[in-house]
């Protein structure tokens, strides 16, 4: 029987289900879900079976945009070869935010032919943690990024190549904002949010005046949260006249959608 474990970590929480059975008959089960603080890795720990003998168990991990910076950058045009442009964009997201790389893992992914890297920094307690939690249930670590990036892999693969998109993903303690146009992603960031709604709105008026006739404004939010999405419709809806609102009953579905062939 195939089984995979899905981790999804927070600022403040982590989450951890499993996926079983062949692909035309999936089984999820949730595991459990549990507070845990980013300085103390040990409280990242949940109470996980062991698997059958010489059964191996992957992990996808998801990490949150509290725990995570983004940046998009055009590279240079001397840059030669996929480690070097990967080493480029790490270095530039490095220098704009001023991370210290001993609190922050880097990595970078060049978009073929585009001439762009998407760098992510993840908090290197996460990291750690999540190291430390595979190794003692004898799991394989496959996928180690941002959700976001595994919300755009699911979102822009539905999309027209030649759309211009804004992508607001509401996580319960931080917000990310992705652009794209002409498939190819243009900006990246994130920012802690600590449940203010205004700031949710102030951003998502920000995001629409930068925008253009042709752009559309996707925002999506979690269950948990007690945004005033309606107030966001009253915001731009009479003065752009193209949001498109998706509320799912819980948007960290997709990132079982990201993770299919």
């Known amino acids: 029987m ?45 109470q996980l079976a062991p698997a059958a003998r010489r059964f191996k168990r992957d992990l996808h991990v998801h990490v949150g945009a509290a725990l995570c910076r983004l940046g998009v950058f055009e590279l240079p045009a001397g840059v030669r070869g996929t480690g070097e442009a990967e080493a480029v964009g790490c270095a530039r997201l490095r220098h704009e935010l001023g991370l210290d790389t001993a609190q922050w893992r880097l990595r970078a992914q060049v978009i073929p032919r585009r001439g762009i890297a998407v760098a992510a920094a993840m908090a290197t307690q996460a990291v750690d943690a999540v190291a430390a ?35 607001v993903a509401v996580e319960p303690d931080a917000l990310t904002v992705l652009r794209w146009s002409e498939g190819t992603l243009r900006e990246a960031y994130s920012m802690q949010h600590a449940g203010d709604a205004g700031l949710l709105q102030r951003e998502a008026r920000r995001l629409a005046l930068q925008g253009d006739s042709r752009d559309t404004l996707a925002l999506l939010a979690h269950r948990d949260g007690a945004w005033d999405l309606s107030g966001l419709d009253g915001v731009l809806l009479p003065a752009r006249g193209y949001l498109q609102r998706s509320r799912y009953a819980d948007f960290r579905e997709l990132m079982f959608a990201a993770e299919a062939p």
Not at 7 to 18: A, C, E, I, N
Not at 139 to 165: D, E, I, K
Request: positive net charge.
């Open 2 to 46: 195939n089984e995979s474990l899905h981790m999804y970590v927070t600022g403040s929480t982590v989450q951890l289900r499993r996926v079983a059975g062949p692909p035309w008959r999936r089984r999820l089960d949730d595991i459990g879900a549990k507070p845990w603080r980013p300085a103390e890795p040990a409280s990242l720990g949940l």
């Open 133 to 167: 939690f595979a190794a003692t249930h004898d799991l394989r670590v496959v996928t180690l990024r941002p959700f976001a990036m595994g919300l755009w892999n699911c979102v822009q693969a539905r999309q027209a190549s030649g759309a211009a998109r804004t992508f």
